[in-house]
């Protein structure tokens, strides 16, 4: 089972949408969550983090985690053609000072 | 600035070739990162450096040599690499590990034949 399980999509969505991804995970260490964006033949980029259970929103964006499900989510609001790109949900536990990556989902928002 | 610079954005080498990646930061991070990525896999960690020295390995093989020459520095050195080494090589930077801000470069995407 790997550590980290994200769906691979891609995940289709017209403009305007609301465009729910998500992660679960298995590593009761892990404290801090973050997506990062990576358009085709670019690095990620930072999106957002958290840092154990709750949400947090940034414009378009909300992240929610459950650490009692060992679950994320990155919601995104009136998604836009721009935001096709695929997205990676990172984990960090505070021991390793690494991240583990999700498999990353592909989003295609249709204009 | 959070600009993590690669350099060179692509390379193609022989597999008897010797060639080096180089990465660089200027936001004052004291940890670099080397990270490999295939086609529609994700980032897989290679090696952490922490205020300069070698903190992580993730036993990777020795035909891979990674060299932090100061703080805003990151080379990797190649030699005798194998076609399924080809890749997007990733940099990136944070202001310590653990930290959960870390930035990536825009990789150099490596082919070799």
């Known amino acids: 089972q790997k550590e980290v399980e994200q769906d691979p999509g891609p995940l289709s969505v017209p403009e305007g949408a609301i465009v729910s991804l998500n992660c679960t995970y298995s590593n009761s260490a892990f404290q801090y969550f973050m997506w990062y964006r990576q358009y085709s033949r670019k690095g990620p980029e930072l999106l957002m983090y958290?840092?154990?259970?709750g949400n947090k929103e940034d414009g378009r964006f909300t992240a929610q985690v459950d650490k009692s499900s060992k679950y994320i989510s990155l919601f995104i609001r009136d998604s836009q053609p721009s935001d096709s790109a695929t997205y990676l949900c990172?984990?960090?536990?505070?021991?390793?000072?690494?991240?583990?990556f999700g498999s990353g989902t592909r989003l295609q928002v249709q204009p | 600035d959070t600009e993590v610079t690669q350099t060179p954005k692509h390379l193609v080498m022989g597999m008897t070739n010797k060639k080096s990646l180089k990465c660089e930061q200027h936001?004052?991070?004291?940890?670099m990162y080397w990270y490999k990525q295939k086609a529609k896999k994700p980032p897989e960690l290679m090696f952490v450096?922490?205020?300069?020295?070698?903190?992580i390995n993730e036993s990777v093989p020795s035909r891979f040599s990674p060299e932090c020459p100061n703080s805003s520095l990151l080379n990797l050195h190649l030699h005798a690499l194998q076609p399924e080494d080809s890749a997007l090589y990733l940099c990136?930077?944070?202001?310590?590990?653990?930290?959960?801000?870390?930035?990536f470069g825009q990789g150099t995407r490596l082919t070799v034949v």
């Open positions: 990136a930077s944070s202001q310590e590990t653990g930290y959960t801000e870390a930035f």
């Open positions: 936001m004052g991070h004291r940890a």
């Open positions: 958290t840092y154990s259970s």
């Open positions: 450096y922490s205020y300069e020295k070698l903190s």
């Open positions: 990172a984990m960090m536990d505070t021991g390793r000072r690494a991240l583990t």
